[in-house]
């Protein structure tokens, strides 16, 4: 079965990818290089994941939650051990470089070195903080970054401390800058037939994904505050999920009513716009226990009719199950031994060289062993 086809479509040639003919050796061992190097791998480049013997370490996770990270990251991927730290595994990595097109790092290879021994290599870091300023040496981690960037800061309710986001946000936005870096670098090498290196900060990543608001404290020392939207939105708990729910003023008696409880909309703090907006947190006191004993679905039909705004607040189950994914074909499916594991689906679409996975993540060989293999095939 391709693997970019669900379990019950039948099997056909998978088409040529974009980046078919290029050559990744992907030297990462974390979240970002691992994210950007599969992104390439699943638009045909052949990408071979370099790893110490026994695996790198996202093979070996602490937290449970980061069980099946290392599948996810490196789908599609070729892998060899090989022991960096001995002379042969200098010379091997030497080889390789001579033949390949892209590296990707988040370690102390000396990339500009690889550069010069392949002029047309284009060479890529990921680091926490760039070489220059107090922070050049620092090691960080997902929390630091969205501390550091002003993220967490701008995150939570105002009453309470700044909020830390889940996941490895920070990681995989600098993985996407990456590959937008890579894929800019390969044309401009088609131009000039010169390779570069590349260099992405995490720190930096993280500090421009709050872009508007750090550069609106520039221009007038204000920002978003952490704390309750100034205005009629909230979230609502009803007896089967959260609802999100946005009622702008003109709606708001239409809202009432479809609430069956019109005397919320006249009551003289909430009777005006303005007052809607100044007293909101006590039309939201009034309205949760009546929302409380509706469904998730009664309660969207109540704000669709008056015209407001909400969506479903979704769980991971409701993102599985959701409908308009299954229509975009989003969720695949890969096997992994006897069983099988859902993927998700490609940041952006080719409409002549679709995205395709060949395989699951890949299992550990020695160098010699894929080299054998290299040969037969």
């Given amino acids: 079965m391709n693997s970019t086809q669900s379990s019950n479509?039948?099997?056909?040639?998978?088409?040529?990818?974009?980046?078919?003919?290029?050559?990744?050796?992907?030297?990462?061992?974390?979240?970002?290089?691992?994210?950007?190097?599969?992104?390439?791998?699943?638009?045909?480049?052949?990408?071979?994941?370099?790893?110490?013997?026994?695996?790198?370490?996202l093979r070996h996770p602490k937290a449970i939650e980061d069980r099946y990270l290392f599948w996810h990251?490196?789908?599609?991927?070729?892998?060899?051990?090989?022991?960096?730290?001995?002379?042969?595994?200098?010379?091997?990595?030497?080889?390789?470089?001579?033949?390949?097109?892209?590296?990707?790092?988040?370690?102390?290879?000396?990339?500009?070195?690889?550069?010069?021994?392949?002029?047309?290599?284009?060479?890529?870091?990921?680091?926490?903080?760039?070489?220059?300023?107090?922070?050049?040496?620092?090691?960080?981690?997902?929390?630091?970054?969205?501390?550091?960037?002003?993220?967490?800061?701008?995150?939570?309710?105002a009453d309470d401390k700044p909020l830390y986001g889940f996941g490895h946000r920070a990681y995989y936005s600098a993985g996407a800058i990456a590959v937008s870096c890579l894929l800019g670098a390969l044309i401009m090498r088609d131009n000039n037939s010169k390779g570069q290196y590349l260099e992405v900060s995490v720190h930096e990543t993280a500090v421009s994904m709050s872009?508007?608001?750090?550069?609106?404290?520039?221009?007038?020392?204000?920002?978003?505050?952490?704390?309750?939207?100034?205005?009629?939105?909230?979230?609502?708990?009803?007896?089967?999920?959260?609802?999100s729910m946005y009622c702008r003023g003109d709606r708001w008696s239409a809202l009432c009513q479809g609430l069956g409880a019109p005397q919320v909309a006249e009551h003289p703090q909430l009777s005006s716009i303005n007052n809607l907006v100044k007293n909101w947190s006590l039309a939201y006191r009034l309205l949760q226990p009546i929302v409380n004993k509706l469904t998730v679905e009664q309660f969207l039909a109540i704000v669709e009719i008056a015209r407001g705004l909400a969506s479903r607040v979704n769980t991971m189950k409701d993102v599985?199950?959701?409908?308009?994914?299954?229509?975009?074909?989003?969720?695949?499916?890969?096997?992994?031994?006897?069983t099988s594991?859902?993927?998700?689906?490609?940041?952006?679409?080719?409409?002549?060289?679709?995205?395709?996975?060949?395989?699951?993540a890949p299992d550990l060989k020695p160098i010699s062993t894929w080299i054998k293999e290299s040969h037969e095939n």
């Fill in 9 to 57: 479509t039948a099997p056909h040639a998978s088409p040529a990818g974009v980046l078919d003919g290029i050559k990744i050796i992907d030297l990462s061992t974390g979240v970002a290089g691992q994210f950007a190097a599969r992104v390439l791998g699943e638009y045909g480049a052949d990408v071979v994941l370099l790893e110490p013997p026994g695996g790198c370490e």
């Fill in 73 to 157: 990251l490196n789908t599609g991927k070729k892998s060899i051990t090989l022991d960096l730290n001995s002379t042969q595994g200098q010379q091997a990595l030497t080889h390789l470089i001579q033949s390949c097109d892209m590296v990707i790092s988040d370690s102390t290879h000396d990339l500009q070195v690889m550069c010069q021994q392949n002029p047309r290599l284009i060479a890529c870091r990921i680091r926490d903080f760039s070489p220059q300023g107090p922070y050049a040496n620092w090691v960080g981690n997902e929390m630091i970054h969205q501390a550091l960037s002003g993220l967490m800061y701008a995150t939570g309710r």
């Fill in 211 to 243: 872009q508007n608001s750090v550069t609106q404290f520039a221009y007038n020392a204000t920002w978003m505050a952490r704390g309750p939207y100034p205005g009629p939105f909230d979230i609502f708990k009803c007896t089967d999920g959260w609802v």
């Fill in 320 to 338: 599985l199950d959701c409908n308009h994914l299954a229509g975009r074909n989003y969720w695949h499916t890969l096997a992994d031994g006897v």
């Fill in 341 to 360: 594991k859902p993927v998700l689906g490609p940041l952006f679409r080719f409409s002549k060289t679709p995205r395709v996975i060949q395989q699951g």
